[in-house]
């Protein structure tokens, strides 16, 4: 994650910028963007050791998070869950939510619906009915996007984590993690990969119902929600 003051700043305004639209409007003091993504495993192997890597979809695989940056930068990752763990439940066994939990870190990450609203980590509001929860929602999604474009991209330039992972679980959570940082070392070269309409994730979860929710964070939404339209 950013940790000197300028780059801190020059990450807050590229996200809030990402969440322009006719009105300039963007979410104020994001770090990053978080969602998790499922990394399909096909050795025959796993039948014979645990269930627990069978998704919602019925093939085994890893439910991996991450946290990344307004350039589709990975910040943290998170390898090694099995696929059938939910988002919500890995990311409160994370350190990056303990970092926020206890203040290491400031300001809030931007994360789907199958995430609570927490005081750190701003969510879409389910069923808006007012124009402002509209309006707060499109410019959520088109914040949270880069997440979604991220994972898209590091699977087209590294096929094996979209056709499958072979070997044991240790190799393929290194596999992961290499990936990403290899998909950060191209951006820096700039050695992109050009954009097309299969960029972003295919895994793209459906939502399920969260196991913990504390009431604090619709607070700070309802407060930022406010503050921007009001």
């Not at 994001?30 to 796993?46: E, P, V």
């Not at 096929?159 to 070997?167: D, E, H, M, Q, V």
């Not at 990969?193 to 979860?205: N, P, S």
Request: charged letters at 25%; proline letters at 5%; one cysteine or more.
């Amino acid at each position: 994650m950013p940790v000197s003051d300028d780059k801190i700043q020059e990450t807050r305004q590229m996200f809030k910028e990402l969440g322009y639209g006719t009105g300039a409007i963007g979410l104020p003091d994001i770090n990053g963007a978080i969602d998790c993504t499922h990394i399909r495993l096909s050795s025959t192997k796993l039948q014979s050791v645990s269930e627990i890597f069978r998704n919602r979809k019925g093939y085994f695989s890893l439910n991996v998070q991450a946290v990344v940056g307004p350039k589709t930068e990975f910040y943290d990752l998170v390898p090694e869950w099995p696929g059938s763990e939910h988002d919500s439940r890995i990311f409160q066994n994370s350190r990056i939510f303990m970092k926020y939990r206890t203040g290491e870190l400031k300001g809030m990450l931007v994360g789907d619906s199958g995430y609570p609203a927490l005081p750190f980590l701003l969510t879409p509001v389910n069923n808006p009915t007012t124009d402002e929860e509209i309006r707060y929602n499109s410019i959520h999604v088109r914040t949270r996007i880069v997440v979604e474009r991220a994972f898209g991209i590091v699977k087209r330039r590294f096929p094996c984590l979209s056709k499958g992972l072979t070997l044991k679980l240790e190799t393929c959570t290194s596999i992961i993690v290499s990936c990403a940082r290899l998909h950060n070392l191209s951006l820096i070269f700039n050695d992109e990969l050009i954009e097309d309409e299969e960029t972003f994730d295919c895994e793209v979860h459906e939502n399920q119902e969260l196991h913990w929710q504390p009431g604090d964070g619709f607070i700070i939404r309802r407060a930022i929600i406010d503050r921007l339209f009001r």
